[in-house]
């Protein structure tokens, strides 16, 4: 279970973004959102419930985006990822480099498990899928 994931505020994030979290339109969305906010495991498989990352223009920054396909909208959190002093609570696993550190690919190659810890969130967002 990963440790040491902050909004801007300090605040929790499930908690913080509870009602955004509950109107994604999909349980599925809602339930990976909530799980990859408090730091529970993910896993990821095409076609099923997708995770996948862009890096952004700042260093170690990147947004993961959650889709279901048959889901209205796709879920985007913008994410950095940060060192072990930086946080008051840390995970013993360095999160940098990111977004490797986050991703353990199955050993079969056809799902990932995703597991967020030591980062901050930015935003989190929906658009069309």
């Known amino acids: 279970m ?3 994931i902050r909004t801007r505020s300090g605040a929790d994030p499930v908690g913080q973004w509870q009602t955004r979290i509950e109107n994604f339109g ?12 408090s730091g529970s495991p993910l896993v990821s498989r095409e076609g099923v419930l997708e995770v996948s990352s862009l890096t952004d223009l ?9 889709r279901v396909p048959d889901a209205l909208y796709v879920a985007d959190l913008v994410v950095t990822a940060l060192a072990a002093n930086a946080i008051p609570d840390p995970d013993a696993r360095p999160s940098i ?14 799902d990932n498990t995703w597991e967020l810890f030591n980062c901050l969130l930015h935003t ?5 899928n």
């Open 2 to 4: 990963g440790k040491g």
């Open 26 to 37: 999909s349980v599925e969305v809602s339930d990976a959102l909530r799980d990859l906010l």
């Open 58 to 66: 700042a260093p170690n920054r990147h947004r993961i985006s959650i």
């Open 97 to 110: 480099p990111s977004p490797d550190s986050w991703m353990t690919p199955s050993p079969t190659g056809e």
């Open 124 to 128: 989190l967002q929906s658009r069309g």
